[in-house]
C-alpha cells in the first residue's frame, strides 16, 4: 500500500545541477527514516543522503556539500537537490523508506529497515 515514486531525472553536463522528487503515498509512520540510493553502472547499489523525522541529515563524503536531502511534510515529497554533478553521480536513483519506529539515526547502506522502495529515474552526467 506504501508507494514511492521518483522523478526528475536526466541528463546534465558535469557542473550542472539536477532535483530529484520523490512522491510518497499511504505512509503514515510518525518516527521514520527517509533516504536516496543510487546504482552506478555496474556497481553494487550505494546510500546517497538520508533524513529523519527530526530532520537530521546525513550524506556519503563524496555528495557532502554538493548534495541537499530534504522533505514537504505537506505535500508528502522527497528531494534530493544535486549541484556541481560529476561523472561519477551516474546510476539509477532510488527513494526509499523504513518502517518506522526507530531510535532517529538512519543508516546510509541498504539494509532490512528500509522496506520500501521507488522503481527509480536514471540520472546520467556527461563530461
Known amino acids: 500500500q506504501v508507494q514511492l515514486v521518483e522523478s526528475g531525472g536526466g541528463s546534465v553536463q558535469a557542473g550542472g545541477s539536477l532535483r530529484l522528487s520523490c512522491a510518497i503515498s499511504?505512509?503514515?509512520?510518525?518516527?521514520?527514516?527517509l533516504g536516496w540510493f543510487r546504482r552506478a553502472p555496474g556497481k553494487e547499489p550505494d546510500g546517497v543522503a538520508v533524513?529523519?523525522?527530526?530532520?537530521?541529515?546525513r550524506y556519503i563524503g563524496s555528495v557532502e556539500g554538493r548534495f541537499t536531502i530534504s522533505k514537504d511534510q505537506v505535500k508528502n515529497t522527497l528531494y534530493l537537490e544535486m549541484n556541481v554533478l560529476k561523472p561519477e553521480d551516474t546510476g539509477i536513483y532510488y527513494c526509499?523508506?523504513?518502517?518506522?519506529?526507530?531510535?532517529?539515526?538512519?543508516?546510509?547502506?541498504?539494509?532490512?529497515?528500509?522496506?520500501?522502495w521507488g522503481q527509480g529515474t536514471q540520472v546520467t552526467v556527461s563530461s
Open positions: 499511504g505512509y503514515t509512520y510518525s518516527r521514520y527514516c
Open positions: 533524513i529523519n523525522d527530526y530532520g537530521r541529515t
Open positions: 526509499a523508506a523504513d518502517s518506522g519506529g526507530g531510535d532517529g539515526y538512519c543508516f546510509l547502506h541498504v539494509n532490512d529497515k528500509y522496506d520500501y
